[in-house]
């Protein structure tokens, strides 16, 4: 388990001041994280680039799988950063030719997810990124999605983390969370 390093505090600082909370997104009752003002920052984007890369050094994983749709902004840099590849787990009909599916329960109703049924090797280790880890749901669907392809998750890196949903508990697997909130 991996948590922010309360070492390096002006990080921390700068990256929860340009989280915008936004209440009452999707649905009434949840308080969304809004992460893009983070992407939208070159600088930022770097800091959490870099700090994804040295909490899971490259030779521990083979590709960087990421979830739509900020997961995207996050896994492209870090697979470049580290010289891999990447893939993308999408929603589902968005993803051309045969694909694996897995249905997951949201703070706020019900999603499923995709992956390419080509888009990993057996035995591949795969770094799945995504921005919040809220309920572990949608995160719970793509570790499902890339066992099942036969690749193992190498480990779960995520910007913020929202520790009282205990999400973290569910999925099973190595998480690192660049925030807590």
Do not use: N, W
Not at 19 to 41: C, K, S
Not at 135 to 142: I, K, Q
Request: with cysteine; aromatic share 4%; proline share 6%.
């Amino acid at each position: 388990m991996t948590s922010p390093d309360p070492s390096d505090l002006d990080f921390l600082r700068r990256a929860g001041r340009l989280i915008r909370e936004v209440p009452d997104f999707p649905i009434p009752g949840v308080l969304f994280q809004d992460a893009m003002p983070v992407f939208a920052d070159a600088a930022m984007l770097a800091a959490v680039v870099d700090r994804v890369v040295a909490s899971h050094p490259p030779q521990g994983f083979d590709l960087v799988a990421g979830i739509e749709a900020r997961g995207f902004l996050l896994a492209a840099p870090v697979a470049y950063a580290a010289g891999r590849g990447v893939v993308a787990i999408r929603k589902t009909g968005k993803l051309p030719g045969p694909c694996r599916a897995e249905s997951y329960d949201l703070e706020y109703g019900v999603g499923v997810l995709e992956l390419q049924r080509a888009a990993l090797s057996r035995g591949q280790r795969v770094l799945l990124v995504d921005d919040v880890l809220a309920t572990g749901g949608t995160l719970g669907a793509a570790t499902a999605l890339i066992e099942a392809a036969g690749a193992v998750v190498a480990g779960v890196a995520v910007l913020i983390e929202l520790s009282g949903l205990a999400g973290r508990d569910r999925l099973g697997v190595d998480v690192t969370a660049l925030l807590l909130r």
